[in-house]
Each structure stands twice: as C-alpha cells, then as structure tokens.
C-alpha cells in the first residue's frame, strides 16, 4: 500500500535514531566484556565509565531500540493489514515525545549524570531529567497505541464479519500489556523518583520503588519479544515457503502472554525480603505458565518450518532441516528467523531456571542472568529488529538494500558470537560471577588482591563472543547507513508477505476478542499485587537515603539515620 | 486446534508439572528456601557476631558503600549461623560462594538466611548488585576453622 509523505517521514525517522544510537549501545557492551575479561584495567575508557556505559548499553538496546522498534514496526502492521494510515496527529506527536526523550536520556548519560542503570536504582540519584526521559519515550508509545485502536475500530465497523489478523492481534494485544505495565512505572518515575531526585522529598520507600520497577520491568521483556513473535507467526512462514500451521494457536498464544506477563515481575525479586515466600512461589507458578505459550510457538513455527521443508523436498523426520532457505540473497531475512530462533531455545529453557523459586538462588545477579538474556533479547529479538529494520527501511524509503550479500551474513556471524558470550557468561555465572560488575579492576586482574583465576576462561570466552557481535554490528551499520543514504529508485510502500493458513480454522470469537482477556489480566495482577504491596508496606520502611555513584556521603541529611 | 497441537500444550504442561513437584520436593523435604519477611528494625549501630551456644551464631551484618561490616568473621567447623543483612546507603548484593547464599541488601528493610559450615576454609562473599563507583571492590571473607 502506498504511503504519505509525512507517514514515510515519521517511520524513517523512527527505524534511523534506535539504529544511530545502538552504535554506541552495541560499542559499550563490546567494551564491557574486555573489561570483564580483564583486557582493560581500567575505570573508564575514552572518557566513558564502565558503569556509564553500562547503562547506556542498557537503556538503549532494551527500551530505546526495542520501544521504537514496536512502534513503528506496529505502524506498519497496521496499515499493512487495515489498509489505511493511522490518525496524523497521533502518529506525529507520539514520535516526537519519544525523540525529546529519548535525547534527554541521551543527554544525561553521555555527560554521566545518569549512572543509576536501567533499573533506576534508587537510592543512587540520576539526574532527574533522565526520569523524565525515559517517561516521555513511554507515553510517547503510548499515543501510537491509542491511534492504532481506532484504526481497528473504524475496520472492524465497515467487516464486521472478519478475524483479527493474527499480526494485528498480536500488535494491539503487545502494546494492551504495555500501557498497564508502564502505569506503575511512571507512577515510580514521575511520583516517586522525580520529586526525589530533585530534593523535594527527602525520604524514599526503596522496597517500594523497586517492586513498582518489576511490575513492569519482566512485561517490558515481553514487550519486545512479541513484535520477534508476531514476526515468527505471520511472516517467517511465507518467507520459509510455507504455511502458519495453525492461526487459532498463534493467537491463543498471544493472549495467554497478555494474562500472565504482568503479574509475574516478582520473580525477579526472589532474593528480597518485604515480599514473602507464599508470594514469590504463586509467581513462580505463573511463571511456568507463561512458559507455555512460548512452548506453543515452539511447536507452531516448528510445524510450519516443516511444513515449508516438506514443500522444498524433504523426506524423513529431519531433513525439512536442511532444506530451508539458508544464506540466500533474496531472501535474506531467512537467516535473520532461523538463527533467533535457535537462540531462543537456548534463552527460553535458561530463563525456566531463573523463574524456579529456589533454583534462583543459585543464579540470581551472577553472570547467568545476562547470559540468559542475550539469548533472548540480543537473539530473536535483535535479530527481528535488525532484520525488519532493513526490510522496512528498503519499502518505506523506496531504496533497495546495498550490499545484500552482507545483509545476508549479518545474523549468521551474529549469532555464533551471541553462542560464545551466553556460554562465558552462563558458566562463570555458576562460579558466582556477579553481573554488572568492572571485574578488570578486581576480580580479573592478577595484581588484585581480588583476583579470581577461575573467571578468567569464562570472561575470555565471553569476550571472544562479544567481539563477533561487534563485527556482526558493524557490517549492519554499514549496510543500514548505505541504504539510507542511497538514492530512491521505487515508489515507498508498505508491504508485508501475505500469511496463509495450513489449516482452515473455525472463526473462534473468544480468540478475536482482547477485552475479556485484559480484565482476566488485571485480575491476576490483583493476586500478586495486593500480597506484595501489603508486605512491602509492612516490612520496610522509607529512608532518607540518597546517594551519588561515587560519593558515600548522604545527599540528605546523615543525622536522621537511625 | 489439530490434535498435534493439544497434545504438544498438553506435554508442555506436563513438563513444567514435573519441574514444579522438584521444586516443592526441595521446599519440604530438604528445606531449601527462598528469604522471607523480616521486620526492620533499623541499621545495626554496631554489625556484629553473637554466639548463642555452642555453635550456633548470629551475624548482624550490614552492607555500605564498598565495604561488608563485621570484617573477619570466623566460625568454627559445623556452625550454623542465622545471617541479619540491611544496607545503610544503597542497595547491595549478598553473595556467599559455595553455599548457594545469595541475597539482596535493601536499605528498609531486613533480610535473613541460615547456613551451615561443614567443610572449614575460606568463603567468599562477593557484593553482585550494582552499588556505585566502587563496586568491584566490594568483597568480604569468612573463615571456617576446623
């Protein structure tokens, strides 16, 4: 469908600034495992530090690349499949509030008065305006969100007969979940931290603060998994050369992620007091459950790579395997698919222990948990998002990709280097490897009192596997920027593969539907929340701390301490 | 739904059950626990080391910026020792190598772990939450004697 100008401007914009500043997202995690690795031992780097670029590596890979990314990713989901362009307002503002937040995050971090970590990390004070930020990209999200349901209520008006595309479905179910979950944070950001930072408030309930922070912090890893699904279900199948096994699946399991993704941000809390056991084991309970759906894609996109297999010639049990389409230039986006989603099984069957009750306690804020989440986040997620990146970019600016070859190769090389890091990462997470951590001042360095020999493979190994991400990123940025700045050559459009169904499956109207699904939602957030916050009132107090990162002295004053 | 896929969610269920009963069989036949609520009762004025009987401790710990206090706690081999751990800044990590100790120090609040010493030498404890410039240095030691 052709698109207007200012349409075509909005989403170039917002594919070229996540993409601009994942240069230096992606050139601080390199640094940091050379840092780990004990190759630096050093503070800072080039005027960076490490735990400066810790949180710039960490604020703008997971929510300023992944949030624009969903946004404009949902734009073209649905135009694509609502045949028309969403309200020009709405669409417009939305992305200016994320572009002045994100630049004050910007901002802030590069002069480093913002070392507090995505996390926020009260009671270490950021500068406040990186708060406020990080709350305008939020709410920024959100007008996109609310532009996109009234797309979906003018369509719906004029085929009333009509299933909710899948991919529409999973669009409007992923930001369904966001606005609830970003509510308590920017109730924490704006209420609680802001003023904080400021000096307006003296006193800081940090429990408190931190439980707000994981209401919405597990729905966030959620948040930009689901456009890496909705990809998986309705694109990966065509560009396979196949079918979606089964629709009514996909979007079961969209809705079940809508159910239980919210509700189960305490477990990443599982080391704390002021919330109790009865508590932390309902929410290992749920999260088993919300494994389940991500089991069921397993299985459907399994089914439909097979089915794609079979297509193309394949006998016996395993040989569809080799018999996808694997380092082709024309449909170079295979690659990106495939190699998430290997990834993925690795990422999603880690992330099972991090959820177990007391397996936890083994793993918790060692180097198990980044290595878990680089199979996740930086495998079918990055992977997605660079993928879809080009591909969008290649419709909506009318340019044809320079260098395919490359763009080719890019998630192979990508994901043996992700491979190389989780495994360092993973294995000296089970030393007792703790994560965000300068290890090359201490841990890793020979003449430390510190040091730890035993590290020293682990940190190697992940080191070896962040400087293959970081050749595979570069290659990216090459093909990415070249693409830009070439000349038009067709008439911009948005276009997606056209998904179609292995099976002929009945109109089921409960899996059309998201309201019931929102309030079965809120309900379960009820059963967690409530305990959680009676608890946390209960047992912790508020204190008058607050703190910069290299300053042990009390910002407010030392004599109230009791 | 075709009946590959009933049964693919049914045996994904099946295998989280599984995971499930292991983890209940750990919470009551062996006692392995998450922390629990803990009334705070303020910043221990002086971190130290009580002995209640013959080997049976409590340490009152607390967590600051870089540094664990008591330093130098020792215990003899087969002490139990109930561990009382705040933080009197920001928020630390608690992480005792070897003994799968691992918790959060939350200035607020309380948090409590027992551990058993059966095997004498020296355990580390590493500081695992981001907790300002000098994080990296953040590490204390215990000693088990025989």
Redesign the interface.
């Known amino acids: 469908m052709k698109i207007s100008k200012s349409l075509q401007r909005v989403l170039i914009v917002g594919l070229t600034m996540p993409v601009t500043l994942f240069i230096l997202g992606a050139y601080n995690g390199v640094m940091q495992t050379l840092y780990r690795a004990g190759v630096i031992n050093d ?1 800072a780097v080039a005027g960076i ?1 490490y ?1 400066q670029g ?1 949180t710039m590596h960490g604020v703008i890979n997971a929510i300023v690349l992944t949030t624009f990314f969903a946004v404009v990713f949902g734009h073209v989901v649905m135009v694509n499949y609502c045949k028309r362009e969403p309200n020009k307002n709405l669409y417009t503002i939305s992305m200016v509030f994320m572009v002045v937040g994100t630049l004050m995050d910007a901002v802030t971090m590069v002069t480093g008065k913002a070392q507090a ?1 995505y996390t926020f ?1 009260a ?2 004070q950021a500068s406040p305006y990186f708060y406020i930020g990080t709350s305008l990209l939020i709410v920024g999200s959100w007008l996109a969100y609310f532009s996109w349901l009234l797309m979906w209520k003018e369509f719906k008006k004029e085929n009333p007969n009509e299933k909710m595309p899948v991919a529409v479905l999973g669009t409007l179910v992923n930001f369904t979940m966001w606005f609830m979950s970003s509510i308590p944070v920017a109730f924490e950001t704006l209420v609680i931290l802001t003023p904080w930072s400021f000096g307006w408030t003296k006193e800081i ?3 408190l603060t ?1 439980m707000l922070f994981w209401m919405f912090g597990h729905p966030l890893v959620y948040f930009w998994l689901l456009p890496a699904y909705i990809a998986f279900y309705t694109i990966l199948p065509k560009v396979a050369g196949g079918k979606l ?2 629709g ?2 996909a979007r ?1 399991a969209f809705l079940l992620f809508l159910i239980l993704s919210t509700p189960v941000g305490v477990h990443h ?9 009865s508590t ?2 309902w929410v ?2 749920l999260t ?2 919300v ?2 759906p991500s ?2 894609t397993a ?2 996109v399994g ?1 439909s790579l097979e089915f794609a297999g079979r297509k193309r010639g394949a006998k016996g049990y395993l040989d569809w395997l080799g018999h996808l389409p694997y380092f082709q230039r024309n449909n170079y986006l295979f690659g990106y698919f495939i190699c998430g989603l290997i990834l993925f099984i690795f990422g999603g069957l880690s992330g ?1 222990v991090n959820a ?7 793993v ?3 180097g198990w948990v980044p290595g878990h989440f680089h199979m996740t986040v930086a495998g079918p997620v990055v992977l997605v998002i660079l993928g879809m990146s080009l591909y969008i970019l290649s419709s909506v600016s009318g340019k044809p990709i320079k260098n395919k070859s490359l763009a080719t190769i890019i998630p192979y090389l990508w994901g043996i280097g992700v491979a190389f890091l989780s495994h360092g990462l993973m294995a000296g997470g089970l030393m ?1 490897e ?6 090359g ?3 890793t360095n020979p003449e430390s009192t ?1 040091f730890n020999k035993y590290w020293l493979t682990s940190t190697t190994t992940t080191m070896f596997g962040g400087m293959i991400m970081g050749s595979a990123a570069i290659i990216f940025f090459y093909v990415f920027f070249s693409t830009l700045f070439s000349k038009q050559q067709f008439e911009p459009c948005i276009e997606l593969p056209v998904l179609e169904e292995l ?1 002929n ?1 009945k109109k089921v109207n409960l899996l059309n539907d998201i309201r019931p699904w929102a309030i079965l939602s809120f309900v379960l957030v009820l059963s967690t929340y409530i305990p959680s916050l009676q ?1 946390v009132l ?6 008058p ?1 607050k ?4 300053n ?1 002295q ?1 910002l407010n004053d030392s004599s109230n ?2 | 739904m075709d009946k590959y896929e009933l049964r693919a969610i049914l045996m994904s269920g099946c295998l989280m059950a599984v995971f499930f009963s292991a983890l209940l069989f750990n919470l009551y036949s062996r006692k392995i626990d998450v922390p629990e609520c803990t009334p705070y009762t303020g910043i221990f004025k002086e971190p130290h080391v009580t002995q209640l009987d013959n080997n049976t401790y409590q340490a009152f710990v607390t967590a600051g910026m870089w540094a664990f206090a008591p330093t130098g706690m020792k215990f003899p081999k087969g002490s139990t020792v109930d561990f009382y751990l705040t933080s009197k800044d920001v928020v630390h990590g608690f992480l005792i190598e070897h003994k799968g100790v691992n918790l959060m120090a939350i200035p607020g609040t309380m948090n409590k772990v027992t551990v058993k010493f059966n095997e004498p030498g020296e355990y580390r404890i590493v500081c695992h939450e981001y907790c300002g410039a000098g994080h990296q240095n953040m590490m204390s030691t215990i000693n088990v004697t025989e």
Do not use: C, W
Not at chain 1, 269 to 277: G, R
Not at chain 1, 547 to 550: G, M, N, P, Y
């Open positions: 503070s530090n735990y810790l970590l990390y009671p270490l309930n940090v429990p931190r096994y089964s009514n699946a079961l809390q599982f080391s704390e007091a002021a919330l109790s056991p932390k084991l290992s309970i088993y459950g494994s389940i089991f069921m299985f459907t089914a099972i177990s009750y007391s397996l936890n306690q083994m918790h804020n060692t007792g703790p994560r965000r951590s300068n290890l001042l201490s841990y510190l099976h499956e608890t209960k047992y912790g107090k508020s204190v701390n703190f910069q990162f290299d042990t009390n301490l009791k």
